[in-house]
C-alpha cells in the first residue's frame, strides 16, 4: 500500500525539512473566502493557501462541472511558485476532511507521488496543542532572487509534470460504460445519502443520482482515516467493491469523490475519477436518473 498519511507528531518534527511544502486546503462551499480568512486567523507554520477555485480549478462553463480541472500550465506555474519539484514532499492539510484529499488527487493526476495527508486535519494539530502561525506565507516569494528561482523551479517541472487523463472518465465514458456494460464495473457516489435518494440536492439543479451508483458518502470515510487500524477499516468498508472490476467515483463536482478514491487506495483498490461528476451529469437534459434506494448495496 502507498503511504498517504502523516501524523500531526511526525509533522511537527519535521515542520523544517528542506524538501517539504506544506499546504493548506481548507474551502467552505458556498463561502469561497472562509478557507482564506481561516488560515489568515491560523495556520500550520510555514503552511502556504490552496485556494479551491483560484488555484485547483478552471472557470466554470456551460458543462464540465461545478470545479473543472485546472488548466495544466497555469497549474504547473502555480507548483513552480511553491517551489515543488518531483524531490518535494508535500503535505495537504484541511478542516473538513473533504479538500486535502483533493489535492492529494490533483497532485498525483499531474505526476506528483510524493504527497501525504495530515490524518485528523488542523483539528489534530489543534489538539495537540502544537504552534499555530499568523505569517502569510503564501505570497512570501518576490522581487528578483524569487523570479530566479522560479524559473529555475519551472524548468524543472515543466518536462515532469503533465496530466494524466488515465486515471479519469468522461461523461461520455461513464454513459457508454452503464449502457452497454452496466455490471462490469463499480460506481460509485460518495454524496451524502440524501443527495443520493434524491430526497435534497441543495447545490445543484436537479436531485438523484446516476444510474447503477452505490453511496459510499465521503463523510463516512474520512472518519475512518484516524481509526486505530485505517486500512483494515477501509479494506471492510469497500470489501464489497474488491471484486477485480473497475472503480469509478463521483460526487458533486469531483472534489469530496477523492475522499473516497484515496479510501479505496488505502484499501488497496484503484480506482478512476469522474472528474465533472453530478454537476456535470445533469447539465445534460439527456442524462438518465435515478432517484431512491434502488441502485444500493
Known sequence: ??????????LKEHLDDEHLVIIDCRFTLGKPNAGWEAFQSGHIPNAQYAHLERDLSSPVQEHGGRHPLPDADSFIRWLAHLGITP???????????????????LLRYFGHEKVRVLAGGINAWWEAAYPISQ???????????????????????????????????????????????????????????????????PIDPV??????????????????FVSPDPQAALAKRFSKVHDGKEVIVYCGSGVSACVDILGLQVAGIEAKLYRGSWSDWCSYKESPIARGPESMR
Open 1 to 10: 500500500m502507498q503511504e498517504v498519511f502523516v501524523t500531526a507528531q511526525w
Open 87 to 105: 524531490q518535494t514532499l508535500v503535505v495537504a492539510y484541511d478542516e473538513k476532511g473533504d479538500m486535502a484529499p483533493h489535492l492529494w488527487w
Open 135 to 201: 505569517i502569510n506565507d503564501s505570497n512570501k516569494s518576490s522581487g528578483e532572487e524569487a523570479a530566479k528561482r522560479f524559473d529555475l523551479v519551472l524548468q524543472k517541472v515543466e518536462q515532469v509534470y503533465r496530466p494524466h487523463p488515465e486515471i479519469t472518465v468522461t461523461r461520455s465514458d461513464l454513459l457508454q460504460r452503464i449502457t452497454v456494460e452496466p455490471n462490469a464495473f463499480h460506481l460509485i457516489d460518495a454524496r451524502a445519502l440524501p443527495r443520493y435518494l434524491g430526497d435534497v440536492e
Open 207 to 224: 436531485a438523484g443520482h446516476i444510474p447503477t451508483a452505490i453511496c459510499y458518502p465521503w463523510e463516512e470515510t474520512a472518519s475512518l
